[in-house]
């Protein structure tokens, strides 16, 4: 098939580089009017391009010579040869694609790679059928290039003689690029530090920081959602969340995790919602002003079901603890399967991965929130990133109830994904964890312990008050404040109130 049309100026509300020529995913896209983003689009130039290619922009552009040529299979090859998959356009390009010349492409090279390739993406995607024999008996090869991803164990297709490496199924899959990034994080091997650091610490003062660390993450998951909750639900939050792991990962778990979240459920429906949902803003007549839009509720149960289905291959397949997390965790708030609550269990999911994979000491949960809370702008963005490109593929209107009504079909949306952003913004969050966060609540701690058992040589008093007064002393760089010391605790002596300084001085000195 020869592709035939206009060039184009603007693709998908960018500028086409000047002395350049659509190719790849863009021009497919572009062709067959796809209703999805080309988050990298790529594009040919009539020049020679130093190096083969350079970033401009958001663009990629390739030297001339990489021309793939004018016919379907030309741009085909170009785009799953030279750029970063993506499954939600090859879906929906395979979908549009004349069936008769797929069929003319396998048959023509029945033991060539990249027919192979084609021939099983068509069949696990979109669930047809291509009128092909059996691939004669050739090596099998690997679906995606395990040095350019990370990848499932491979599941041989007889059929196609071709292994599925996927994290997920034709139902629902991730991709995670190999970055850099990523490849120094799992270098580090963060859960073994965690570890030694545990190790190195007894076993009373491990088990104080862990609550420490879990009621930080508690307050900061709530914060992230612009609540301050009662101590209470905090704490009631908290033994959800160190119960993380503990059970099998089920649609039913993820609603029992909701319904310990929400309290009051006089207005709020526990369990798949049954309406859209948005984030955003309202105009001033309070009708919807959409960042974002949940999946269509008619398609949340076949959602999390392949989310649940890759969630368990990759756990059998031993992918990467921290990449998994990202990705069945991230997966979740992108469908944004409830009325409320789908932040939350989101980073609980995180923590469910982490626990159940034992990346985390027992016990002990990384207060991942509180680093999420401190970098709130590149949580946001990261989230954002992926998103936001997919709105002006949404067509919507606004209900009598001023909620949102999807009126296209959008599953593919939220089926398929590029984690590899998410997964490097939540390695970083869970780096600092380890790196900074854990130490130095294992250090507060022990200096705390240290200063209070020298104030009591100096005074004896509950352990409680002795709390306060580091505390107080701490707040106000080092000295007591007068008001303090007039108040509660004016029966110590002047000479003990300076020992006392000097004590919770020389403890957190390095604090």
């Known amino acids: 098939m020869k592709l035939k049309f206009q060039a184009t100026r603007v693709f998908q509300e960018r500028t086409v580089p000047a002395g350049t020529r659509l190719a790849g995913w ?303 965790a991230f997966g979740f708030v992108y469908i944004h399967p409830f009325e409320d609550g789908n932040g939350r269990v989101h980073r609980c999911l995180i923590h469910h991965v982490l626990a159940e994979r034992k990346f985390t000491p027992s016990g002990m949960v990384f207060p991942v929130s509180s680093v999420m809370l401190d970098r709130i702008d590149d949580y946001r963005a990261t989230l954002q990133a992926h998103s936001g490109p997919l709105m002006p593929f949404m067509e919507w209107r606004a209900t009598p109830e001023r909620n949102v009504e999807v009126l296209n079909e959008t599953a593919d949306l939220y089926r398929y994904f590029d984690c590899t952003e998410a997964a490097e913004f939540l390695y970083g969050c869970v780096r600092r964890t380890v790196d900074e966060d854990l130490p130095r609540e294992i250090d507060y701690l022990r200096q705390h312990d240290n200063a209070i058992r020298r104030i009591m040589n100096v005074a004896e008093m509950p352990d409680r008050l002795a709390d306060d007064l580091v505390r107080y002393i701490r707040q106000n760089n080092g000295k007591l404040s007068k008001k303090r010391r007039q108040g509660q605790f004016r029966q110590l002596r002047d000479d003990e109130v300076i020992s006392i300084e000097r004590i919770v001085r020389d403890a957190f000195e390095t604090s």
């Open 26 to 328: 863009s021009l497919l896209a572009e062709f067959f009017g796809i209703a999805a983003p080309v988050r990298q689009p790529g594009c040919v130039s009539e020049q020679h391009v130093h190096g083969n290619e350079r970033q401009e922009g958001d663009w990629r552009i390739f030297d001339k010579r990489y021309w793939p040529g004018e016919t379907l299979a030309d741009h085909l090859n170009f785009a799953l040869r030279r750029e970063a998959i993506d499954l939600l356009l090859l879906k929906r390009i395979l979908e549009a694609a004349p069936k008769a010349d797929l069929l003319r492409m396998v048959r023509a090279a029945p033991l060539g790679i990249p027919s192979r390739r084609l021939w099983y993406f068509y069949e696990a995607l979109t669930g047809r059928t291509l009128n092909v024999d059996d691939a004669p008996h050739a090596a099998a090869v690997d679906l995606l290039d395990e040095s350019s991803y990370f990848t499932g164990k491979p599941r041989l297709s007889k059929r196609h003689r071709v292994r599925d490496n996927l994290l997920g199924t034709g139902r629902f899959s991730p991709v995670i690029r190999r970055t850099e990034a990523l490849e120094k994080f799992i270098g580090r091997n963060l859960s073994r530090k965690a570890q030694e650091t545990v190790g190195r610490t007894g076993a009373h003062l491990v088990s104080r920081a862990a609550s420490f660390l879990l009621l930080a993450d508690s307050r900061a998951s709530f914060e992230i959602e612009g609540e301050r909750p009662p101590r209470t639900r905090l704490e009631r939050w908290g033994r959800a969340v160190l119960q993380a792991g503990k059970h099998p990962l089920t649609l039913d778990e993820i609603i029992r995790l909701q319904r310990v979240l929400i309290e009051d459920t006089r207005f709020t429906h526990t369990g798949l919602r049954a309406h859209g949902v948005f984030l955003g803003e309202r105009d001033h007549n309070g009708d919807p002003l959409p960042e974002f839009i949940g999946a269509k509720p008619g398609n949340l149960a076949d959602l999390m079901a392949g989310l649940l289905e890759a969630n368990d291959r990759m756990r059998e397949d031993g992918i990467d603890p921290v990449l998994k997390a990202a990705a069945t």
